[in-house]
T-cell receptor, first 113, second 110 residues
Framework: SAVISQKPSRDICQRGTSLTIQCQVD?????MFWYRQQPGQSLTLIAT?????????ESGFVIDKFPISRPNLTFSTLTVSNMSPEDSSIYLC??????????FGQGTRLTVV | GQQVMQIPQYQHVQEGEDFTTYCNSS?????IQWYKQRPGGHPVFLIQ?????EVKKQKRLTFQFGEAKKNSSLHITATQTTDVGTYFC??????????FGAGTRLFVKA
């Protein structure tokens, strides 16, 4: 299995500011994924991050709003930029082992006020 | 685009009753995974099914993958209060992405 440490676990931010969420994996992984989960809802994929290349964003998500870094095979960050209350959500990073089970970070509960 | 529908949205059961959640995909899946998310927690992997018609069991949990690899179910026998949470199916598309169902939230009354 893979262990993913995600931080911060929660934050309350002012609108117009940005927050960077970090995920550290205990082993090297090829793909990392960033999801958003509204309370009581399912997981929506934001983007897929490969090491050494630009992230691939899903429909409705853009790089200017959610820049992602993937500097090496064990680490990734997601920034939520110019936040508004609509960005309040839980953000989760995950990885998998060759398209088998996915391992998730503990999640970041973001509240924008 | 590809979708994975999951029903019911939520279910209330008395402890000891059985529970089933169903997933249906608009397209053939390469695999299906099931996750459990406790309130306030993150999704935790339960199992993956790959073969057409596959059935797997984990104690009181039974997982099925349809013959056409478009649908799946999770059945819990004799629910316990520790089964409370949201159960998600996630369909593998053959690439590196999985598509999550909406989840079924299970409430168990002691």
């Amino acid at each position: 299995s893979a262990v993913i440490s995600q931080k911060p676990s929660r934050d309350i931010c002012q609108r117009g500011t940005s927050l960077t969420i970090q995920c550290q994996v205990d082993s090297q992984v090829t793909m990392m994924f960033w999801y958003r989960q509204q309370p009581g809802q399912s997981l929506t994929l934001i983007a897929t991050a490969n090491q050494g290349s630009e992230a691939t964003y899903e429909s409705g998500f853009v790089i200017d709003k959610f820049p992602i870094s993937r500097p090496n095979l064990t680490f990734s960050t997601l920034t939520v930029s110019n936040m508004s209350p609509e960005d309040s959500s839980i953000y989760l990073c995950s990885t998998d082992r060759g398209n088998t089970e996915a391992f998730f970070g503990q999640g970041t509960r973001l509240t924008v006020v | 685009g590809q979708q994975v529908m999951q029903i019911p949205q939520y279910q209330h059961v008395q402890e000891g009753e059985d529970f089933t959640t169903y997933c249906n995909s608009s397209t053939t899946l390469s695999n299906i995974q099931w996750y459990k998310q406790r309130p306030g927690g993150h999704p935790v992997f339960l199992i993956q099914l790959v073969k057409s018609g596959e059935v797997k069991k984990q104690k009181r949990l039974t997982f099925q993958f349809g013959e056409a690899k478009k649908n799946s179910s999770l059945h819990i026998t004799a629910t316990q209060t520790t089964d409370v949470g949201t159960y998600f199916c996630a369909g593998g598309t053959g690439g590196f992405k999985t598509i999550f169902g909406a989840g079924t939230r299970l409430f168990v009354k002691a």
